[in-house]
């Protein structure tokens, strides 16, 4: 029901565009989020966006740097990341909830993970 892509291997101070594609959960979704998970550690808030009105939450981390959005007809969200760092390395997962939360184990639906590798 989530379909993630866009992972891939960057150089540092490059960009990736992650996007994560929703289906048959449109009308029963309100926030949308983007963890990461990094080898030997916990899964971590990165973004997440309210699917109506499009307001958007940030890990101190990433502020500045990311961008999440979304295209409502494509029922797609999107996580721009430029200026990468090697420490931004790790499986990137979207997730969906009925609430706005940071807490991955509140999060009833689960995309696959996509690698984002990030070469110094």
């Known amino acids: 029901q989530l379909q993630a892509s866009g992972g891939g291997s960057v150089q540092a101070g490059g960009s990736l565009r992650l996007s994560c594609a929703a289906s048959?959960?449109?009308?029963?979704?309100?926030?949308v989020g983007w963890f990461r998970q990094a080898p030997g550690k916990e899964r971590e808030f990165v973004a997440g966006?309210?699917?109506?009105?499009?307001?958007?939450y940030y890990a101190e981390s990433v502020k500045g740097r990311f961008t999440i959005s979304r295209e409502n007809a494509k029922n797609t969200v999107y996580l721009q990341m430029n200026s990468l760092k090697p420490e931004d390395t790790a499986v990137y997962y979207c997730?969906?909830?009925?609430?706005?939360?940071?807490?991955?184990?509140?999060?009833?639906?689960w995309g696959q993970g996509t690698l984002v590798t990030v070469s110094s």
């Open positions: 997730a969906a909830d009925r609430r706005v939360t940071r807490v991955a184990d509140e999060y009833d639906y």
């Open positions: 048959g959960l449109t009308f029963s979704i309100s926030y």
């Open positions: 966006i309210r699917w109506i009105g499009g307001s958007t």
